[in-house]
């Protein structure tokens, strides 16, 4: 089978091309509508753009119905492209919009189009990897640091409750560890690990990693195996993504391989980590103080065993693709894609 972003369209397309730009809150309407107006210029001859999609939940891998499919097939009348960040592509939206053909994700993985039912309706869907690559990496050293000088608790002490308590952390036993000369572990050195590891190396930290994919020069020691790179860790970082073999990566044994009172972050996706395990290791003291941005589910349950941990864990909620560059980047990467399909150029980013 040969790689679809690589096969160009027959030609460029000269009938009327209505764009529908399902934005949210995030990804504004008014952001992709400006990408495609400065991308296809003339080339998309009728532009119904700006309509926007009110954000819901995350979005799982979409497999049945969700809230949001009537107000879309709704706008997607008489659509023959739909820009869009979280709206939900299933089998029944793209059944109920025959003229439909090509769906672009300003997201790095199109999770909310149901991929097989966009193939057997000759739907081209298309997403916009990297967007968030350094946003995250930031988001993942700010975290790190957070965790090591134990900021957040020191700030809500302080500014919350009004109180001086967070200067006990001025002293031997309680204060936190320093990145230069740090061994910090990296599980992963994709496009985020990668830059997390050049920010660390600018602190002096001794950066280690373990990625079985990457060839070619790293920064930092590339480390063979897991459990020598986790023995040799005070801090590990995630960014692995997430397959079946890597669902549960980091659990109980991996934990105990740890040096007594690492610490763990994770900014990449939750069910990496087995979170019931973390907390064993986190009350035992094995794990001194962890920083998490994504867990197993999201929101996380008011009953999850982490919220019980606050003076050692740093919890945010999925935050580190938050920045305006990101929505910004996303925009253009959809209007580009959007652009090549008009003047029947082959796609950059597709999977159908």
């Given at each position: 089978?040969?790689?679809?972003?690589?096969?160009?369209?027959?030609?460029?397309?000269?009938?009327?091309?209505?764009?529908?730009?399902?934005?949210?809150?995030?990804?504004?309407?008014?952001?992709?509508?400006?990408?495609?107006?400065?991308?296809?210029?003339?080339?998309?001859?009728?532009?119904?753009?700006?309509?926007?999609?009110?954000?819901?939940?995350?979005?799982?891998?979409?497999?049945?119905?969700?809230?949001?499919?009537?107000?879309?097939?709704?706008?997607?009348?008489?659509?023959?492209?739909?820009?869009?960040?979280?709206?939900?592509?299933?089998?029944?939206?793209?059944?109920?919009?025959?003229?439909?053909?090509?769906?672009?994700?300003?997201?790095?993985?199109?999770?909310?189009?149901?991929?097989?039912?966009?193939?057997?309706?000759?739907?081209?869907?298309?997403?916009?990897?990297?967007?968030?690559?350094?946003?995250?990496?930031?988001?993942?050293?700010?975290?790190?640091?957070?965790?090591?000088?134990?900021?957040?608790?020191?700030?809500?002490?302080?500014?919350?409750?009004?109180?001086?308590?967070?200067?006990?952390?001025?002293?031997?036993?309680?204060?936190?560890?320093?990145?230069?000369?740090?061994?910090?572990?990296?599980?992963?050195?994709?496009?985020?690990?990668?830059?997390?590891?050049?920010?660390?190396?600018?602190?002096?930290?001794?950066?280690?990693?373990?990625?079985?994919?990457?060839?070619?020069?790293?920064?930092?020691?590339?480390?063979?195996?897991?459990?020598?790179?986790?023995?040799?860790?005070?801090?590990?970082?995630?960014?692995?993504?997430?397959?079946?073999?890597?669902?549960?990566?980091?659990?109980?044994?991996?934990?105990?391989?740890?040096?007594?009172?690492?610490?763990?972050?994770?900014?990449?996706?939750?069910?990496?980590?087995?979170?019931?395990?973390?907390?064993?290791?986190?009350?035992?003291?094995?794990?001194?103080?962890?920083?998490?941005?994504?867990?197993?589910?999201?929101?996380?349950?008011?009953?999850?065993?982490?919220?019980?941990?606050?003076?050692?864990?740093?919890?945010?909620?999925h935050l580190g693709g938050a920045s305006r560059a990101v929505a910004e980047k996303a925009a253009r990467i959809a209007a580009a894609e959007v652009g090549r399909w008009v003047r029947g150029e082959a796609l950059a980013h597709a999977l159908t």
């Open positions: 089978m040969s790689d679809p972003t690589s096969e160009p369209m027959s030609g460029p397309v000269s009938e009327p091309v209505r764009v529908v730009a399902a934005g949210d809150h995030f990804i504004l309407p008014s952001l992709i509508t400006a990408a495609i107006g400065r991308e296809a210029a003339c080339d998309v001859s009728e532009l119904t753009l700006g309509w926007p999609l009110e954000p819901f939940g995350p979005v799982a891998e979409v497999t049945e119905a969700s809230d949001a499919e009537e107000e879309l097939i709704d706008a997607l009348v008489g659509a023959t492209v739909l820009v869009t960040q979280m709206g939900p592509v299933t089998e029944r939206v793209l059944e109920a919009c025959p003229d439909l053909r090509l769906v672009v994700v300003c997201r790095g993985g199109p999770v909310n189009v149901n991929l097989d039912a966009a193939k057997r309706h000759d739907v081209r869907v298309c997403f916009a990897p990297g967007r968030n690559a350094a946003a995250t990496a930031e988001f993942t050293v700010g975290l790190l640091l957070s965790a090591l000088r134990r900021i957040p608790q020191a700030h809500n002490l302080l500014a919350g409750q009004g109180s001086w308590e967070g200067a006990t952390y001025y002293t031997y036993e309680h204060s936190g560890l320093e990145l230069e000369d740090l061994p910090v572990g990296l599980v992963g050195y994709g496009a985020v690990g990668s830059r997390v590891a050049r920010a660390l190396c600018a602190f002096g930290a001794q950066v280690m990693v373990h990625d079985p994919y990457v060839r070619g020069e790293i920064h930092g020691l590339r480390v063979a195996s897991l459990d020598e790179l986790l023995r040799h860790s005070r801090v590990i970082t995630l960014h692995a993504r997430l397959t079946p073999q890597t669902y549960g990566l980091i659990g109980a044994r991996e934990l105990a391989l740890l040096p007594q009172g690492a610490v763990v972050v994770n900014a990449a996706r939750g069910p990496l980590l087995d979170e019931d395990a973390l907390c064993d290791a986190l009350e035992s003291g094995q794990v001194s103080a962890a920083a998490l941005d994504t867990y197993v589910q999201e929101p996380l349950p008011a009953d999850s065993r982490l919220r019980a941990l606050a003076e050692r864990v740093v919890l945010t909620p």
